[in-house]
């Protein structure tokens, strides 16, 4: 018997309005961030926590469209694998570079096509690619001929993918005009996510340490000290950016209601912020000026959306920080226009497609993107 088909959200899976923090239009993620603090406060908790601002993937992802229409957009997973993220770029008929098995399933279980997913590890295993087989996975980058002949041999059938410098609308005209069989796709990861995190964290441990003054005996330091904090999460977990990335994350202070800064009344002293784990690796952030904390204060860290979600079982063994989506109200109502658009693309030419939004986003006056994928497949 035929089955009516699924609604855009049941066919996508992507995220459900329960999944995410409903707020009102100009929000920021430091009032959502600060409304949660207030909640944490009340319950006694102090673990670690990120905040996704899931306006700012979409916003990205359509001004990607728009500046580069040809360009087949597909995100990273290596760079920040939450679920959410994966669920709303998937709705919105973005693809996915894949590096393993776990990334690949991932997607899949979401009901990503097979079509939509690249095999983008540079140094691919053979049991990799013959999974990327068993699953349907036709495309497969290189960028030497050692990869390009492992490949050909275990993959015949492949879609082989030639990593290049990222060009712009002229060039791709001049050297690749429409209708010459070549595809261009870009392969972005944190240009999607990196300003979308903010992670707040809590200082656990605090002790004076010597204060290294520079020049004589005599010089007086002016009463600065020196202090070494310990916090909730370390380059194990939330801060693997460091390593992996050589991010420097600045602390913001935590205070009163809506303000993040630091207090200009105290005086300042060079702080050191270190991982719970006591290991000479798990550093942060070091010769930071702010005024004298103490245990159980909050630091707030934006921009940490890349390359800082680790899998479910980090490296310290500690529980990943739980990460709370935020979205405006007008914001997912028009995600939820878009999805039901991209989804019966039959309905509709590109023409009747431009559909005003008067959600004041900082995109354009009208949203009128051709979907560069037609995601009425997934299931």
């Known amino acids: 018997m035929k089955q009516d088909p699924p609604s855009a959200v049941t066919m996508t899976r992507c995220l459900d309005e329960s999944d995410v923090v409903m707020v009102e239009e100009g929000f920021t993620t430091r009032d959502v961030l600060e409304n949660l603090l207030l909640e944490v406060?009340?319950?006694g908790s102090r673990e670690a926590?990120?905040?996704?601002?899931?306006?700012?993937v979409v916003k990205k992802h359509l001004r990607l469209l728009k500046a580069l229409p040809r360009i087949k957009p597909f995100y990273s997973l290596k760079c920040n694998r939450s679920k959410g993220v994966v669920q709303m770029l998937a709705g919105l008929g973005a693809g996915f570079g894949c590096a393993s098995k776990t990334e690949m399933a991932l997607v899949k279980s979401i009901g990503v096509p097979p079509d939509r997913i690249i095999c983008t590890s540079p140094c691919k295993q053979l049991s990799l690619i013959r999974y990327a087989v068993s699953q349907g996975v036709q495309l497969m980058t290189f960028d030497n001929?050692?990869?390009?002949?492992?490949?050909?041999?275990t993959h015949p059938s492949?879609?082989?993918?030639l990593k290049k410098t990222a060009v712009v609308n002229?060039?791709?005209?001049?050297?690749?005009?429409?209708?010459?069989?070549?595809?261009?796709?870009?392969?972005?990861?944190r240009y999607y996510v990196d300003s979308a995190f903010t992670l707040a964290v809590s200082i656990v441990a605090k002790k004076e340490v010597p204060l290294d003054q520079p020049g004589s005996e005599d010089e007086d330091p002016g009463g600065k000290k020196s202090f070494v904090y310990h916090l909730n999460d370390g380059i194990y977990d939330s801060f693997g950016s460091v390593i992996f990335n050589n991010a420097c994350p600045v602390p913001l202070l935590h205070k009163?209601?809506?303000?993040?800064?630091p207090r200009t009344d105290q005086d300042l002293h060079s702080s050191s912020f270190w991982?719970?784990?006591?290991?000479s690796l798990d550093r942060i952030a070091d010769?930071?000026?702010?005024?004298?904390?103490?245990?159980?204060?909050?630091l707030i860290f934006e921009n940490m959306g890349a390359y800082t979600v680790p899998p479910s079982a980090s490296l310290s063994g500690a529980q990943q920080a739980p990460i709370h989506y935020a979205i405006s109200r007008m914001a997912w109502e028009a995600v939820q226009l878009l999805w039901g658009k991209l989804l019966h693309p039959e309905e509709e030419d590109r023409e009747s497609a431009c559909t005003p939004l008067s959600c004041g986003w900082e995109i354009t006056d009208t949203l009128c993107v051709a979907p560069v994928f037609t995601p009425a497949s997934i299931m």
Do not use: M, Q
């Open 41 to 43: 406060a009340e319950t």
């Open 158 to 161: 492949a879609r082989r993918l």
């Open 275 to 279: 991982g719970p784990t006591g290991d």
């Open 256 to 261: 009163v209601r809506n303000v993040f800064a």
């Open 170 to 189: 002229s060039a791709l005209d001049l050297y690749f005009p429409e209708g010459c069989g070549v595809e261009i796709i870009a392969e972005l990861g």
């Open 145 to 153: 001929e050692v990869e390009l002949g492992k490949v050909a041999r």
């Open 49 to 56: 926590f990120f905040v996704a601002d899931l306006e700012d």
């Open 287 to 298: 010769g930071v000026d702010l005024p004298e904390l103490h245990v159980g204060d909050w």
